[in-house]
């Protein structure tokens, strides 16, 4: 079966090349790769165009700045594979990647898969290392210890489900991910073996800039559950968490993230609020 991997782009002129790279080397080879850049700002677009003259089957599409939701949408409206992966610009893939992915669906063992082989590729980052302690996962890992094997995010789908359903929802929401699950009424069915790697935000810029990303998202409760994120991410509380995990972890620097992390997300609920429009 064809494989249409569809890489959502916006500002990654960094980490781009490194990212089709390593699916360039993929053992599994009836595939395309549909790149669509969200009206990117740097460099980003150049360095693909360069890329498609050295990698077979590359794609580059641009839209309107609409957020990853929409570009995903646009990319498989324009895929010819029967099996569609969606990965982010910021990953790297062992060479098995996509046919350890796709295996069981082919197989007929599931419509829709995901893989919990997902390793930190910026481990020795500091800032890296924290956000990594914020969010509670696995020391190297994207996720925590005892991760369920069936989740909300699909790495790959059945393009006639996803069609059938019409994709992701829009809006650049931090949970746009999560809607094809919805609208499907079922989740992804882990992949095993399927190891690739992402970065973690490795700058305090990055780190504010991801944060307020992450605050523009749905919240339990409307706006009741908006307050409550709000004093959660408030300056006494982030002293105090930032304090006490900087101790135990004995990362001094996790105070100084911690306070620029629950700026961010306070800054981007304060703005989801007033303006009623998700991150892009």
């Known amino acids: 079966m064809k494989v249409s991997v569809i890489i959502p782009m916006y500002n990654e002129e960094k980490v781009?090349?490194?990212c089709l790279v390593s699916l360039s080397e993929q053992t599994y080879k009836d595939m395309e790769v549909i790149i669509v850049d969200d009206e990117s700002l740097d460099n980003s677009k150049f360095k693909v165009e360069k890329l498609r003259l050295k990698i077979q089957n590359l794609k580059l599409l641009q839209q309107k700045h609409k957020?990853?939701?929409?570009?995903?949408n646009s990319g498989a409206k324009n895929a010819t594979g029967e099996i569609l992966v969606f990965v982010d610009a910021d990953m790297t893939f062992e060479k098995d990647f996509i046919k350890e992915l796709v295996t069981p669906i082919i197989n007929g063992k599931t419509k829709g898969t995901f893989s919990k082989d997902e390793y930190v590729s910026n481990l020795t980052n500091i800032w890296s290392q924290c956000w990594g302690i914020n969010e509670g996962w696995e020391k190297g890992k994207r996720h925590t210890e005892n991760y369920p094997n069936t989740q909300k995010v699909f790495r790959?789908?059945?393009?006639?489900?996803?069609?059938?359903v019409n994709g992701f929802e829009g809006g650049?929401?931090?949970t746009d991910d999560w809607s094809l699950s919805d609208k499907l009424g079922y989740g992804a069915t882990v992949a095993p073996g399927a190891?690739?790697?992402?970065?973690n935000p490795q700058s305090l810029g990055e780190v504010f800039k991801q944060a307020?990303?992450?605050?523009?998202?749905?919240?339990k409760?409307?706006?009741f559950g908006k307050l409550l994120a709000l004093i959660r991410v408030s300056l006494p509380m982030s002293l105090f968490v930032g304090l006490v995990k900087s101790l135990l972890h004995i990362i001094p620097q996790f105070l100084i993230?911690?306070?620029?992390?629950?700026?961010?997300?306070?800054l981007g609920i304060l703005e989801y609020m007033i303006l009623g429009k998700g991150a892009k």
């Not at 307020?212 to 919240?219: L, M, N």
């Not at 993230?257 to 306070?266: A, M, R, T």
């Open 195 to 199: 190891k690739f790697y992402h970065e």
């Open 257 to 266: 993230f911690k306070i620029i992390y629950d700026l961010g997300v306070f």
């Open 221 to 223: 409760l409307g706006e």
């Open 172 to 174: 650049g929401h931090y």
């Open 67 to 72: 957020g990853p939701g929409e570009a995903r």
């Open 156 to 164: 790959a789908i059945l393009k006639s489900e996803f069609d059938r």
């Open 212 to 219: 307020k990303w992450v605050g523009k998202r749905e919240y």
């Open 16 to 18: 781009i090349e490194n």
